[in-house]
C-alpha cells in the first residue's frame, strides 16, 4: 500500500527521542496496524528489576497512535487500559509491540496492543481508544 512521505515521518515522530524510546525500529505501519520492537533500555527498569508499568504503557501508546496516524488522521488518546502479564527483566532482549485496530468509527478508533518477546510470550495486552482530529495535511 502506497502511504504519502508525510504520513509516514509523521508515524515515524511517535517514536519518542527520549528515555530509550528512541531505540524502537519500526518494522510495518498501515491504516490500523503498526508493529516495531525495541530493547529494554536500563532505563526502563524499575526498583524490582523489571521493566516499568509506564515504560510498556508508552510502547503502547505510541503503536496505537501510529496505527491510527496511518489511516490520515491526527489522534489523541482518549481511553487506555492495560494488563502487565509477565514482568520483564533487562535480559528479556526484544520486544515487540504490535496494534491492530479491532474497531474504526467516525470519531474513534479502538485498538488492541500486545508486547511479546523474542520468544513469542505474550507480557501486556492494551484497549487504547484514539480520538480522531483532523485530517492530516
Known sequence: MFMRD???EGIKRHIHPMG????????????G?????IVIPKEAINIYGIA???????LCDMAAGM?????????TTQQASISFLKGLPLETGKLYVE??????GRSTVVN???????????AVVG????????PVE
Do not use: Q
Open 6 to 8: 508525510e504520513v509516514w
Open 20 to 31: 530509550g524510546f528512541e531505540h524502537a525500529v519500526l518494522i510495518d505501519a498501515r491504516p
Open 33 to 37: 496496524y503498526a508493529k516495531f520492537s
Open 52 to 58: 516499568h508499568g509506564g515504560f510498556l504503557f508508552t
Open 67 to 75: 496505527a491510527t496516524y496511518a489511516y490520515e488522521t491526527e489522534n
Open 99 to 104: 496494534c491492530r485496530c479491532a474497531h474504526k
Open 112 to 122: 488492541r496492543v500486545e508486547i511479546t518477546t523474542e520468544s513469542g510470550a505474550l
Open 127 to 134: 484497549t487504547f481508544t484514539m480520538f480522531l482530529l483532523k
